[in-house]
Nanobody
Framework: QVQLVESGGGLVQAGGSLRLSCAAS????????MGWFRQAPGKEREFVAA????????EYAGSVKGRFTISRDNAKNTVYLRMNSLKPEDTAVYYC?????????????????WGQGTQVTVSS
């Protein structure tokens, strides 16, 4: 089992930055990849970014590439999502998730543990 707790969400103006954190506990952190997803009101959950178990490979959704950076600190069992140049359309609840394997998967079905989510609101 894996327990995930997100933090760092909040209200920010367009063009601003936020860093989300996700602390993991339970199964050894270095055995699985991690991902970030988001869900806006009235929309389906969508992939944002993912990182392999060792941090060497990452994947990004096209809408956030160049603005968001995913990273992980295996010594702290934590994954981060640095979000720069935020836009109102980035407003959503952001979820971190643990992959079933050591991969940077882009599909939600490849993840078997999810955090409770943290709200990010970007005002125009």
């Amino acid at each position: 089992q894996v327990q995930l707790v997100e933090s760092g969400g909040g209200l920010v103006q367009a063009g601003g930055s936020l860093r989300l954190s996700c602390a993991a506990s339970g199964r050894s952190f270095t055995t699985y990849g991690m991902g970030w997803f988001r869900q806006a009101p009235g929309k389906e959950r969508e992939f944002v970014a993912a990182i392999t178990w060792n941090g060497r490979n990452t994947e990004y959704a096209g809408s956030v590439k160049g603005r968001f950076t995913i990273s992980r600190d295996n010594a702290k069992n934590t994954v981060y999502l640095r979000m720069n140049s935020l836009k109102p359309e980035d407003t959503a609840v952001y979820y971190c998730a643990a992959d079933r394997g050591p991969y940077a998967s882009t599909s939600a079905t490849d993840y078997d543990h999810w955090g409770q989510g943290t709200q990010v609101t970007v005002s125009s």
